[in-house]
């Protein structure tokens, strides 16, 4: 596979090193376009630099991986002539030769041009250079921006005599500040700030066509007065006269919710749909909906409106009106809209009023499901089928149900064993409710604010590998909810997983019976304990150009019966730990970190960078962390170089007729990836990856593999590589090539491969296969 890919690339090199093969006569390639900024001293704000210049250019040259025009020569490897495969799928796969145009570079100058000049810069000049070399043309814009006007004054002229006050007092709000340079965008988003200012203070018909900027730039200095414009409501009248007046206060009347609205059924039936539904009144609110049906309950529904009778209307509360009922996840369609009860006055006459409609569209509340999907458990890939029931308000108050029966079947990528599979079979049911039970419940506020959820969990799993056979039950209480926009937290204060190993292969026995970690990881244990969650993730509509994807979790097990077996005076068991149900408990501490930075250079490219610590430390009870809990070194979403459970711990060697998975209390990693697009769903990765796993004690049976701040640098791996992803839409397919640069399990002075010895295509090569990023 790897040759295949050389080949391919190399194909495609020598046809890309033709570039002008279908270039009509007479015109020339385009290069690549050169921004040449010629500034004064006086440093250039970020908007006047060649990456905020590069997009108003209309004409950009034939896209270049690692320097190489790939989809350019994918084009030229076709026959034009002909449509038949391959011919007509490589041109649509491909791209044709950009042919440059002084037409185009002509535009794109005067689109630089009025760029800066929205951005302050009114003596910006900006030309076009064409430079023939060869067959083909670079484009050299050269840009004079000159110096920016800033802002020296800024004046309101609040024309509606109602808001005048609340636009002067909001002005310390306000984005644009004298001695700012001149921008028009900055302008745009103090339109959209001050309309919701005031939308969210009652102003329901109030919006951004009232607010407009006068400039003034007759200072001559450099500089301009704003003339910051606020204008009353417009009204056309029945003969089109305009009249106008101030803006009016809203206040809601009254709230229709449509808990089971059909929109086909009131398209059809009209007036006719709406009078065969009954109305109910809950806690100011009416309910809307067929007689005898209430899929949710109406306190349910009241705990996510943001809106009461008699409040002033808001578009922030409207908005969270919608976002929060839309996580109740019952609703296919949320529709929050209002109508205004022209000449119907509230306790003020100056004031006006709106009813508030909320139209529901109900998911269907029980669904069974078959699923076929992709498994990939540390770089062994298989299958499973899923068989799902869900009921999405088991109670009637949007409490989400699920059972899941799960039977799964991967093949081993390791061959040392003379085993090829593992199989695993089990049940999970969960519970999900969206506000705090067992043992306190929320306040209201807090429920619509935070976003709160009880979950229950549990689940049994039997899992039969090729040299042992185990079973985990579990069962869990969690809560969950929101600290702001981008942050969640969750706590599951109570947690218990019973670990029962049913069989295990003699000659695996034999061999771990000689290392007591391995012995000790892989016997009975009862897990009791809890864990903490905090996720911060920015990512948004908005903000999808770069991005955080942060994980703190935290685990403790064990202390509290600890310290009830040991205030109650127990007497451990013959092999000197307490018991729980005849077997040993797990104590330990856990606390990792996971965070990821993606940054999107364009729609076809973007970098990640993600840094991974984590450390377990057993004690009390435990001489070594439970199997479950330890980490390893390799596979497809590790070290990639390395195949899954072979690297590590530290600079420990495995001896070559061992085929225990390798496996520690402590893990450092540190991975970048470049992804970028290929062609159909075809994607590119180039990648690299550092790190590797520790033990936090001596172990005899493995030399070298204790964590040692002063030496941990030395036991670092690294390891580089390619990868294809397939992108079918509804999963992502993965398969990466890894090649190790630096092995800690090589001797003093021969870590670094390269340097060392030639590369071995068996010993330092390593294909995975993943489902999904790696991260």
């Excluded at 145009?101 to 076009?128: C, H, M, P, T």
């Excluded at 109570?494 to 190993?501: A, C, G, Q, T, Y």
């Excluded at 840094?611 to 009390?620: I, S, T």
Aim: proline share 5%; glycine share 8%.
């Amino acid at each position: 596979m790897p040759k295949l890919l050389l080949l391919a690339f190399i194909i495609l090199t020598a046809a890309s090193c033709n570039p002008t093969k279908y270039v009509p006569s007479g015109d020339l390639l385009l290069g690549r376009n050169e921004i040449a900024i010629n500034a004064d001293k006086d440093p250039l704000p970020p908007t006047v630099s060649r990456s905020a210049i590069r997009p108003y250019i209309r004409q950009q040259p034939n896209k270049k991986i690692f320097g190489v025009r790939f989809h350019l020569g994918l084009y030229n490897l076709s026959n034009i002539e002909k449509e038949r495969w391959p011919h007509g799928w490589l041109r649509r796969i491909g791209e044709e030769p950009v042919i440059m145009d002084v037409v185009a570079a002509e535009r794109s100058a005067g689109q630089i041009q009025s760029y800066l000049w929205s951005k302050g810069f009114f003596n910006a000049r900006v030309s076009d250079t064409v430079r023939v070399a060869g067959e083909e043309a670079n484009v050299v814009y050269s840009v004079i921006p000159g110096r920016p006007y800033t802002i020296a004054d800024i004046r309101y002229d609040i024309q509606d005599s109602v808001l005048r006050g609340l636009v002067l007092i909001d002005t310390v709000n306000c984005l644009i500040e004298r001695g700012m340079i001149y921008d028009v965008d900055l302008f745009q988003r103090e339109r959209q700030r001050l309309e919701r200012f005031i939308r969210d203070i009652g102003f329901y018909t109030f919006s951004t066509e009232n607010i407009y900027f006068r400039i003034d730039s007759s200072l001559m200095r450099q500089q301009v007065i704003v003339n910051y414009v606020v204008t009353p409501r417009v009204t056309v009248g029945n003969l089109g006269v305009r009249t106008t007046s101030n803006h009016t206060m809203y206040r809601i009347r009254d709230i229709y919710v449509y808990p089971e609205f059909d929109p086909k059924a009131s398209l059809t039936g009209g007036d006719e749909y709406l009078r065969s539904l009954d109305t109910t009144f809950y806690r100011g609110v009416h309910f809307v909906a067929p007689p005898g049906r209430t899929p949710v309950k109406p306190e349910v529904l009241t705990q996510s409106l943001y809106i009461a009778p008699g409040s002033l209307y808001s578009v922030t509360n409207v908005e969270r009106t919608q976002s929060h009922l839309t996580d109740l996840r019952n609703h296919r369609l949320v529709n929050v809209s209002f109508i205004d009860l022209h000449g119907v006055t509230g306790e003020r006459r100056d004031e006006g009023m709106l009813d508030c409609v909320i139209q529901l569209t109900p998911m269907q509340r029980q669904s069974f499901t078959v699923e076929l999907e992709g498994t990939n458990t540390g770089g062994n890939l298989g299958g499973a089928l899923n068989l799902i029931y869900q009921n999405k308000s088991l109670l009637k108050g949007a409490e989400v149900f699920s059972m899941k029966l799960k039977g799964a079947y991967e093949t081993l990528t390791d061959d040392v064993t003379g085993f090829k599979n593992t199989q695993q079979y089990g049940i999970e049911a969960n519970l999900r409710i969206p506000k705090f039970m067992i043992p306190f419940p929320a306040k209201e506020s807090f429920i619509r604010n935070k976003d709160p959820r009880t979950v229950l969990q549990a689940g049994y799993n039997y899992q039969k590998l090729p040299v042992f056979a185990r079973s985990v039950a579990n069962i869990s209480l969690g809560y969950s909810w929101n600290g702001n926009k981008y942050t969640r937290f969750s706590v599951n204060p109570l947690s218990l997983n019973v670990v029962k190993l049913h069989y295990i292969n003699p000659e695996y026995q034999a061999m771990i019976d000689t290392m007591p970690y391995f012995s000790n990881s892989l016997s009975d244990v009862r897990i009791v304990g809890g864990r903490y969650d905090f996720v911060f993730n920015n990512q948004t509509i908005q903000k999808s150009r770069d991005f955080w994807n942060i994980r703190v979790g935290f685990d403790i097990a064990g202390n509290l019966l600890d310290a009830v077996y040991r205030t109650a005076n127990l007497e451990p068991a013959s092999d000197g730990s307490f018991h729980l149900f005849r077997q040993p408990f797990a104590q330990f501490l856990k606390g990792e970190v996971d965070a990821a930075y993606n940054f999107r250079f364009n729609e076809a490219s973007s970098i990640v960078y993600r840094l991974f610590a984590g450390v377990g430390w057993p004690y009390g009870n435990s001489e070594v962390m439970p199997f479950e809990e330890q980490y390893f070194g390799g596979g497809s979403n590790d070290i990639r170089a390395w195949m899954v459970r072979t690297l590590g711990p530290g600079s420990y060697i495995l001896p070559e007729s061992s085929f225990i998975n390798q496996t520690a209390d402590m893990k450092l990693e540190a991975n970048v990836e470049y992804r970028f697009k290929l062609f159909w769903i075809l994607e590119g990765a180039t990648f690299i990856d550092a790190g590797n796993i520790w033990t936090v004690r001596d172990d005899d049976d493995r030399p070298g593999s204790r964590f040692r701040l002063g030496s941990f640098l030395d036991d670092i791996a690294v390891g580089t590589g390619l990868g294809l992803r397939f992108d079918l839409k509804f999963v992502l397919l993965r398969t990466d090539f890894g090649l190790k640069l630096r092995d800690p399990q090589e001797t003093e002075g021969s870590k670094w491969i390269p340097l060392s010895r030639p590369f071995n295509r068996k010993q330092d090569v390593t294909m995975v296969i993943g489902i999904g990023y790696p991260f």
